[in-house]
């Protein structure tokens, strides 16, 4: 069974511009969740959408969002970018919602911001 | 957000030793997760454990889930250098998933 793929894997944006990454959760997982990963800072909840629905969201500005689609791919995007925002972003799926089962993450979108 | 406290926060181990790591919290949890994430890469799910007191292997690794199900524990032995990288545990509890920070493992010849 294919794991977790995000993408694009690398990605270089400047500042004030958008971006959207994409995550393919395993198949026949409908739970899927974003972190931001920053050196010093371990893993930092984004948002979580089970269904197409969000369930829960992190502590992060409005100009993080979500979505998920029907066969429960999602992107994340993030507007009006900020060094700040450079980081490796991590997407994780699991069968159910995420508190009630472990998630398995991709590889991760290493996103830099000059 | 990260309420688990994940210690140490570094180590320097030599190739063949053991290597100890431990998560604890004021929380109970019904399930604790071990990750290992190498360099640039996701974490990938090394242990998952259920019950109050159970000791899960998975090769050289060995994780336990405390029996007050505030804490786990996590050793590898012998390590070798693949071993290096950041693991991370997690809990589940009642809804709600945390991660701890991370130990960094460094492992020299």
């Known amino acids: 069974k294919a794991g977790v793929t995000q993408t694009p894997r690398y990605l270089i944006k400047t500042r004030g511009q958008q971006v959207t990454l994409s995550c393919s959760p395993i198949?026949?997982?409908?739970?899927v969740s974003w972190y931001q990963q920053t050196p010093g800072q371990g893993l930092q909840f984004l948002f979580e959408y089970f269904s197409e629905t969000q369930r829960n969201k992190g502590n992060f500005p409005g100009r993080f969002s979500g979505r998920q689609f029907s066969n429960s791919r999602s992107e994340m995007n993030v507007s009006t970018l900020e060094l700040g925002d450079s980081a490796l972003y991590l997407c994780?799926?699991?069968?159910?919602?995420?508190?009630?089962?472990?998630?398995?993450f991709g590889p991760g979108t290493r996103l830099t911001v000059t | 957000g990260q309420q688990l406290n994940q210690s140490p926060q570094s180590m320097f181990i030599q190739e063949g030793e053991d290597v100890s790591m431990n998560c604890t919290s004021s929380?109970?949890?019904?399930?604790w997760l071990w990750y290992k994430q190498d360099p640039g890469e996701g974490p990938v799910l090394l242990i998952a454990?259920?019950?109050?007191?159970e000791l899960t292997s998975n090769g050289r690794l060995t994780a336990q889930f405390g029996i007050t199900r505030k804490d786990s524990f996590l050793n590898i032995s012998a390590s070798i250098p693949s071993d290096v990288g950041i693991y991370f545990c997690?809990?589940?509890?009642?809804?709600?998933?945390?991660f701890g920070a991370g130990t960094q493992v460094v492992v020299t010849p």
């Open positions: 198949s026949g997982h409908r739970s």
């Open positions: 994780a799926s699991s069968p159910t919602a995420s508190s009630s089962y472990e998630q398995y």
């Open positions: 929380s109970i949890f019904n399930t």
């Open positions: 454990l259920y019950k109050a007191g």
């Open positions: 997690a809990g589940i509890s009642w809804g709600k998933l945390q």
